[in-house]
């Protein structure tokens, strides 16, 4: 997508086909114009004449036919004050993707272009209604899978993380000029109090840094949920744990070894903890060819989870096989879920932790709800250090947002290094430059154009 492409007239379908409602979008200085060559009103007056922020009613006409294409509200809205400071006009008809298709066909033919994705948040970003950071919660609220995901996206959209970062900046700023000027004007060379003013505020500077980063492992799991695998030997209640999860019949549950066969993914909500849970095949020597190709798969999620539910059968004594799973997820993050305490226990929790030392070990029923309790109050102390989760923590859950803010300090630790052993005004401003554009780089003023396309690519149509 390419900056020149801006002063054309772009539109796209900005609603799903499901919906008794569809949109179709327009952004540009000609869409006010476009629309009303292809509108009819009910009261014969112009969408040109109308007033911003105002819904007409009337009718999508085909200009080859003069035919109706449906019955519809448009909305016009007047630059600047709309999501892409753009004119916009929104044509609200009837859902189904054939009535939306025909009107953006319409709208096409009529000299508009079809917005690549994302296009509609690009301009507002390049426009200037938005920083991208801003930008990029718009993603995150459209994929929030929790409330606080969902709020924490609200609070980025808002500026929180745009406030911190222009703060941290503008103090920046600050000490880059005064060091600028005393290297423009030699004969007032900074004296030691300067540096020792200097030490502070970039200590100041780097305690902010560090705050955010201290949470962002918390905003990564806000933001995209645990990573969760469930693994374990066949028949040991792995599918009725998804289940049980999901408090709905999501997998197939058999007393046949070896029915799960793929992975089967679901996202769940554990008392505001987001979790993305896949339930994998059952580990164990096969002949089956597709069974071992599920049991592979097995592996091959667990190595890269954040957790692995190891569920074990209290029904059934230890063998060589929970024994190589057992060697298998060890130095991982692990809890193990012994199951079945509802039938006669043939395992216990002592037995076991000759084999999973400084590993959790929770009783569970899946068939009578027994252990839940325990379960999450365990997997908050193991992520969140026992701390209920708050919106505030997922203020910097995006991977490219803490990479730049880790940049940025390391640049701060520099600079500090380089004020205590008092170097040169030049390698102290080199330092706060590089912690500068790093920071620059959250709010999208120091990025490269390559990276902003990118990241707008991950949008759908129409948004």
């Not at 890269?304 to 298998?328: G, N, T």
Request: charged share 25%.
């Amino acid at each position: 997508m390419k900056t020149a492409n801006l002063d054309d007239t772009i539109a796209a379908i900005s609603t799903g086909s499901a919906g008794a409602i569809g949109i179709v979008r327009m952004s540009g200085s000609e869409s006010i114009a476009l629309a009303d060559s292809i509108f009819q009103s009910k009261n014969h007056v112009s969408l040109l004449d109308k007033k911003s922020h105002t819904i007409s009613y009337g009718y999508i006409m085909d200009k080859n036919t003069n035919n109706v294409i449906d019955e519809v509200l448009v909305t016009v809205m007047k630059a600047p004050n709309t999501y892409t400071k753009e004119d916009i006009v929104e044509i609200n008809c009837h859902g189904g993707m054939v009535v939306l298709q025909k009107i953006l066909e319409t709208v096409l033919n009529s000299g508009a272009r079809l917005a690549e994705p994302g296009e509609f948040t690009k301009r507002s970003f390049l426009n200037g209604r938005i920083d991208l950071s801003q930008a990029e919660a718009v993603i995150d609220l459209i994929q929030s899978k929790t409330d606080i995901a969902r709020q924490s996206a609200v609070n980025q959209l808002g500026g929180s993380l745009h406030q911190k970062v222009s703060t941290m900046r503008s103090k920046l700023l600050d000490m880059i000029a005064a060091i600028e000027a005393a290297i423009d004007y030699p004969e007032h060379d900074i004296e030691q109090d300067t540096y020792s003013e200097m030490e502070q505020k970039t200590k100041e500077i780097l305690a902010e840094m560090e705050q955010l980063l201290k949470n962002a492992d918390k905003g990564k799991i806000i933001r995209e949920g645990i990573q969760t695998v469930i693994i374990g030997k066949p028949n040991v209640g792995k599918s009725s744990l998804l289940n049980w999860f999901l408090e709905e019949e999501r997998a197939i549950v058999t007393d046949v070894a070896g029915t799960t066969r793929d992975t089967v993914e679901e996202y769940v909500n554990i008392e505001g903890i987001p979790m993305k849970i896949v339930d994998t095949a059952g580990i164990r020597q096969t002949s089956d060819v597709v069974e071992k190709i599920g049991v592979e798969k097995s592996k091959e999620y667990a190595q890269k989870a954040d957790l692995i539910l190891l569920l074990l059968d209290a029904s059934r004594p230890l063998e060589q096989e929970d024994q190589e799973i057992l060697s298998f997820v060890k130095d991982k993050k692990t809890i193990i879920l012994l199951n079945k305490m509802d039938l006669e226990q043939k395992l216990t929790e002592q037995q076991l932790e000759q084999y999973a030392e400084n590993t959790k070990i929770i009783t569970v029923s899946v068939k009578t709800n027994k252990g839940l309790e325990e379960f999450v109050q365990h997997l908050k102390s193991l992520f969140f250090g026992g701390e209920m989760i708050s919106a505030e923590d997922g203020l910097l859950g995006n991977v490219r947002h803490k990479n730049a803010l880790y940049q940025a300090k390391q640049a701060m630790q520099n600079a500090l290094q380089t004020i205590t052993t008092r170097m040169p005004e030049d390698f102290i401003s080199m330092d706060l430059q590089e912690a500068n554009s790093a920071l620059g780089e959250i709010t999208g003023d120091t990025v490269d154009e390559e990276i902003i396309d990118r990241i707008f690519t991950k949008f759908c149509l129409g948004k």
